[in-house]
């Protein structure tokens, strides 16, 4: 079955840097774009960055626009978010999804950063 697993969260401070990790199992990972998105406490999950199949084009929403990087290796089925410059509003649940199969979400990752 598809299974996504975020690692990598933790309580960090402001200015620090984290990489977030998804390992991807039951699907074709190398046929498929991947996702990163986040929900901050008490907002709706949103999506923060896209990376094509082949990792050669990516997209970033205006908000983590230069401070975040989302990369991929498909020999170890796994997607990255690289998160630069931690502010307290970064404070989220951090979550991968494939759009296969009728999409697929990962259980999440914490992230908090204290002031």
């Known amino acids: 079955q598809v299974q996504l697993v975020e690692s990598g969260g933790g309580l960090v401070r402001a200015g620090d840097s984290l990489r977030l990790s998804c390992v991807a199992s039951g699907f074709q990972f190398g046929a498929s774009t991947m996702d990163w998105h986040r929900q901050a406490p008490g907002k709706g999950r949103e999506l923060i960055a896209t990376i094509t199949p082949s990792g050669g084009s990516v997209v970033y929403v205006d908000q983590v626009e230069g401070r975040f990087t989302i990369s991929r290796d498909n020999a170890k089925n796994t997607v990255y978010l690289d998160i630069k410059r931690l502010k307290p509003e970064d404070t989220a649940i951090y979550y991968c999804?494939?759009?296969?199969?009728?999409?697929?979400w990962g259980q999440g990752t914490q992230v908090t950063v204290s002031s």
């Open positions: 999804k494939t759009p296969l199969h009728g999409g697929y």
